[in-house]
């Protein structure tokens, strides 16, 4: 199977800093990731794709300029939460796609990293 | 607009009590329809994808379908390490991005 890793699993930092959260695809290379959010007993929400090479492209409503992604190599793309505030407080989870030929894909997802904010 | 339905929202059963997970969608143009496993406080895990009616795909007690307007997703004697979110996603044809279900809360007891 494909694996996805991420990094830290749990974050607590102080109003105002900046946080930043790995994700890995260790066994396929991914040309494209995506950032989701999850707030309690709800459904993931996309923030982001996240495209090697490239500049992400953001979902309605998700501040670029908050949220920075980077994508810079084919196994890494990277989510900088900046001047973190409590509301940001979340369950944060990446996921890489991978081709499996003739146009399909499999989109597979870390451990999710879960960010608290005071 | 391309939409996912799951129902029920939640499933209690006895072990070895076997059912079926429904998702229901509308999509103009379907790539490929995903079922993952999530459990509390984790990323979705991978279970199966679907790319046409008919394809049927079996991992242990779980098996699913596709038909042109729903999957399914059949658990045989389940187990209460079964019980988790069961997440239903499609994707359409114009592009890459999953469209996702509210999920099914499946609990199993023993």
């Known amino acids: 199977g494909a694996v996805v890793s991420q990094h830290p699993s749990r974050v607590i930092c102080k109003s105002g800093t900046s946080v930043k959260i790995e994700c890995r695809s260790l066994?396929?290379?991914?040309?494209?990731m995506f950032w989701y959010r999850q707030f309690p007993k709800q459904s993931l929400m996309l923030m982001a794709t996240?495209?090697?090479?490239?500049?992400?492209?953001?979902e309605q409503g998700v501040e670029k300029d908050k949220f920075l992604i980077n994508h810079a190599s084919l196994t890494l793309s990277t989510l900088t939460v900046t001047s973190a505030h409590p509301e940001d407080s979340s369950f944060y989870i990446c996921?890489?796609?991978?081709?499996?030929?003739?146009?399909?894909?499999?989109?597979?997802f870390g451990p999710g990293t879960r960010l608290t904010v005071l | 607009e391309d939409q996912v339905t799951q129902s029920p929202e939640a499933l209690r059963l006895q072990e070895g009590e076997s059912s079926s997970l429904n998702c229901s969608y509308t999509?103009?143009?379907?790539?490929?329809l995903f079922w993952y496993r999530q459990d509390p406080g984790k990323g979705p895990e991978f279970l199966f994808t679907?790319?046409?009616?008919?394809e049927e795909k079996e991992k242990e007690r779980l098996k699913a379908t596709l038909t042109k307007k729903e999957s399914f997703l059949h658990i045989t004697a389940p187990k209460p390490e079964d019980s988790a979110t069961y997440l239903c996603?499609?994707?359409?044809?114009?592009?890459?991005?999953?469209?996702w279900g509210a999920g099914t809360k499946l609990i199993i007891k023993p």
């Open positions: 996921s890489a796609r991978r081709y499996v030929g003739r146009g399909n894909n499999e989109q597979f």
């Open positions: 066994d396929f290379q991914a040309t494209t």
């Open positions: 996240s495209n090697e090479g490239s500049k992400a492209t953001y």
């Open positions: 999509v103009s143009g379907l790539r490929g």
């Open positions: 679907l790319y046409s009616a008919g």
């Open positions: 996603a499609v994707q359409a044809r114009s592009n890459y991005q999953l469209i």
